[in-house]
Each structure stands twice: as structure tokens, then as C-alpha cells.
């Protein structure tokens, strides 16, 4: 009888670590976004906000914007929350989402040496600079938002770049790796403003080129395609998309700040 007991016992903690275990899967959802949304803190105070107000949990997949456009792609995540426009909307346009919005933007800055005290007078001239002297620069080189923006630099300053030139070096790092190696190595690279905020490990580096139009940086949420997998939250990621153009939405952006400084900018558009 008390082997029957334990048994029953047993049994009924499976079923109910089972249940516990669908409605927990009913009630989240996956989010695949770039490091500097997650790294700076802002998803985390979002989705705590998302959670209190509508008891649906948030897993965030942190990485790099290539890679977390092919997670949502495979059907492996509900929303994708990323920062480069050419492929959000290669994205779309060949089905894998469902809506689109530009949500906040902020901007990208070229970071290097402290010893560097000349003027950028374009960005242009500023790799041109770094190229023909043979700077180090440190690429994040993972195919993220920010490694495609600086591809496309170089392109627009028609200088060719690959892995095999000593002076540039492809880490394929997030964003935080990749400032610590800059700072170590006293090299040049492209962050996203908000990460250089947060990160508090330069005192070997100082912004040397800013507030520029090629640097400025769109970030755009998209709901993706329940079709990719029967499995997808499609329903309460609705919730999260549509959350997500709310005023209570554009408070916490736009007043999430580290070391007193605004990281975001709220520019959703109806």
C-alpha cells in the first residue's frame, strides 16, 4: 500500500508539474532582439511593466540582428525587435512578418583613441583616416545591426575592406566585448550610443566622430507570422506588438536613462 502511495503521489506531481508547464508556455512569449536593447536594461524594465499588466512572461533571446532575424525565420520567436531597416523589410516583404513599426531610434558613434584629437568633419573622412593609416578597428563582425551598418560605411566611402588586412580586426562579439577589446587593444570602433553609455570599461577611449546623418539608428519591431510554427504565441505577442505603441510604452523609453542619460528616443508614428 505505501509503495501504491508513492506511486500516486508521484503520478500526481508529474501531471501537475505538466500543467504547470503548458500554461506556462501559453502565457509567454519569445522576444529575439539585438544586445543593446538588452544589455542597457530596457527590455527588462519593459517587459516587467508587459508581465504586471498582463500576466504574460517574456523570454528575450539577446543577439545579434542577423542572427535574431534567422531565430524568427525558423519559427523559434513571436516578436523580433532589431535595428536594420534593409533587412526588416527583406524580412517582410518575403512573408516571415506579419506587421512592422518603427518604435525608437537613437544613433551609432565611432569610438578610439584619446590620443586622436582630430576633427571628423565626415564620417567618410573619418574611415578614409583610419584606413590609409592602418588604425586598428575592431569589428564586431557577427552579422548584427551594427557589424551591417559598418559594412555599409565602408562601402559608401568606397574603401574595401576584408579579415585578411592586419589592422582590422573581426572579433564576431556583442557589443560590450567588443568595446572591452577596443579599449584594451587602444583601436577604433562603431557602437551604438546606448551601449557606449551603459559601458563602463573605456578610459582608454573617446568618441571621435558623432551626431552625423549616416549614423543614425532605427529600431523596428515586427510581429512574426504564426504560419512559421503551429507553437507560436500568436495571440499574446499581438498584445506585446500593439503594447508596444502605447503611451505607457513611450514613457519608459523615453525615460530610461543610465548614468543620467537617455539612451532611446520614442518615434512610433500611427
Given at each position: 500500500?505505501?509503495?501504491?502511495?508513492?506511486?500516486?503521489?508521484?503520478?500526481?506531481i508529474l501531471i501537475l508539474t505538466l500543467?504547470?508547464?503548458?500554461?506556462?508556455?501559453?502565457?509567454?512569449?519569445?522576444?529575439?532582439?539585438?544586445?543593446?536593447?538588452?544589455?542597457?536594461?530596457?527590455?527588462?524594465?519593459?517587459?516587467?511593466?508587459?508581465?504586471?499588466?498582463?500576466?504574460?512572461?517574456?523570454?528575450?533571446?539577446s543577439l545579434g540582428t542577423g542572427q535574431?532575424?534567422?531565430?524568427?525565420?525558423?519559427?523559434?520567436?513571436?516578436?523580433?525587435?532589431?535595428?536594420?531597416?534593409?533587412?526588416?523589410?527583406?524580412?517582410?516583404?518575403?512573408?516571415?512578418?506579419?506587421?512592422?513599426?518603427?518604435?525608437?531610434?537613437?544613433?551609432?558613434?565611432?569610438?578610439?583613441?584619446?590620443?586622436?584629437?582630430?576633427?571628423?568633419?565626415?564620417?567618410?573622412?573619418?574611415?578614409?583616416?583610419?584606413?590609409?593609416?592602418?588604425?586598428?578597428?575592431?569589428?564586431?563582425?557577427?552579422?548584427?545591426?551594427?557589424?551591417?551598418?559598418?559594412?555599409?560605411?565602408?562601402?559608401?566611402?568606397?574603401?574595401?575592406?576584408?579579415?585578411?588586412?592586419?589592422?582590422?580586426?573581426?572579433?564576431?562579439?556583442?557589443?560590450?566585448?567588443?568595446?572591452?577589446?577596443?579599449?584594451?587593444?587602444?583601436?577604433?570602433?562603431?557602437?551604438?550610443?546606448?551601449?557606449?553609455?551603459?559601458?563602463?570599461?573605456?578610459?582608454?577611449?573617446?568618441?571621435?566622430?558623432?551626431?552625423?546623418?549616416?549614423?543614425?539608428?532605427?529600431?523596428?519591431?515586427?510581429?512574426?507570422?504564426?504560419?512559421?510554427?503551429?507553437?507560436?504565441?500568436?495571440?499574446?505577442a499581438k498584445k506585446y506588438f500593439e503594447?508596444?505603441?502605447?503611451?505607457?510604452?513611450?514613457?519608459?523609453?523615453?525615460?530610461?536613462?543610465?548614468?543620467?542619460?537617455?539612451?532611446?528616443?520614442?518615434?512610433?508614428?500611427?
Amino acid at each position: 500500500m505505501k509503495f501504491n502511495f508513492f506511486i500516486i503521489t508521484f503520478i500526481k506531481i508529474l501531471i501537475l508539474t505538466l500543467c504547470t508547464a503548458l500554461v506556462y508556455a501559453d502565457t509567454k512569449i519569445i522576444v529575439a532582439s539585438t544586445t543593446s536593447t538588452y544589455d542597457t536594461g530596457l527590455l527588462e524594465v519593459i517587459n516587467s511593466k508587459f508581465y504586471d499588466k498582463y500576466n504574460i512572461r517574456v523570454q528575450v533571446l539577446s543577439l545579434g540582428t542577423g542572427q535574431a532575424i534567422r531565430t524568427a525565420k525558423d519559427g523559434n520567436a513571436e516578436i523580433l525587435l532589431v535595428h536594420h531597416k534593409a533587412s526588416e523589410l527583406e524580412f517582410m516583404n518575403n512573408g516571415f512578418g506579419v506587421e512592422r513599426s518603427e518604435i525608437m531610434y537613437n544613433d551609432y558613434i565611432l569610438v578610439g583613441p584619446k590620443e586622436d584629437n582630430t576633427k571628423c568633419i565626415s564620417v567618410q573622412e573619418k574611415l578614409k583616416q583610419i584606413h590609409d593609416n592602418k588604425f586598428l578597428f575592431i569589428s564586431r563582425g557577427d552579422d548584427s545591426g551594427t557589424h551591417r551598418k559598418e559594412t555599409e560605411m565602408w562601402l559608401k566611402s568606397n574603401l574595401e575592406i576584408n579579415d585578411n588586412l592586419d589592422w582590422y580586426l573581426s572579433v564576431g562579439q556583442g557589443m560590450g566585448s567588443t568595446l572591452l577589446i577596443t579599449n584594451e587593444k587602444k583601436g577604433y570602433t562603431l557602437s551604438d550610443r546606448s551601449t557606449w553609455i551603459a559601458f563602463n570599461y573605456k578610459n582608454n577611449l573617446k568618441i571621435v566622430c558623432e551626431n552625423l546623418p549616416p549614423l543614425f539608428n532605427q529600431y523596428g519591431i515586427i510581429l512574426v507570422n504564426q504560419n512559421l510554427n503551429n507553437n507560436l504565441n500568436f495571440n499574446n505577442a499581438k498584445k506585446y506588438f500593439e503594447w508596444f505603441k502605447t503611451n505607457e510604452v513611450k514613457e519608459i523609453i523615453n525615460n530610461f536613462k543610465v548614468n543620467d542619460k537617455q539612451l532611446f528616443y520614442y518615434n512610433y508614428n500611427q
